[in-house]
Nanobody
Framework: QVQLVESGGGLVQAGGSLRLSCAAS????????MGWFRHTPGKEREFVAA????????RYADSVKGRFTVSRDNAKNSVYLRMNSLKPEDTAVYYC?????????????????WGQGTQVTVSS
């Protein structure tokens, strides 16, 4: 089992930045693909970004490419999401996720572990 705990959400004005953190415990962290999804009521969960076990490969949703950066620190069992140039449409609950897959996928069903989520609200 893996436990994921997000932090760093909050309220920010459009154009601002936030950094989300996710602390993992319970399993060898460095073997896992880590990522972020987001969810807005009335919409499907949306893949945001993911990073492979050593940080050598990342993948982003088109909607955040160039604005968001995913990174990880295996020594701290943590993954991060730096969000710049935030827009009101980025408002959502952001979930930290982990996958036992060998490669990065965008489908929610490929992620085995989910955190409780952290709210990000971007005001216009």
């Amino acid at each position: 089992q893996v436990q994921l705990v997000e932090s760093g959400g909050g309220l920010v004005q459009a154009g601002g930045s936030l950094r989300l953190s996710c602390a993992a415990s319970g399993r060898t962290f460095s073997n896992l693909i880590m990522g972020w999804f987001r969810h807005t009521p009335g919409k499907e969960r949306e893949f945001v970004a993911a990073i492979d076990w050593n940080g050598g490969s990342t993948r982003y949703a088109d909607s955040v490419k160039g604005r968001f950066t995913v990174s990880r620190d295996n020594a701290k069992n943590s993954v991060y999401l730096r969000m710049n140039s935030l827009k009101p449409e980025d408002t959502a609950v952001y979930y930290c996720v982990a996958s036992k897959n060998l490669w990065i996928a965008m489908a929610a069903m490929t992620y085995d572990y989910w955190g409780q989520g952290t709210q990000v609200t971007v005001s216009s």
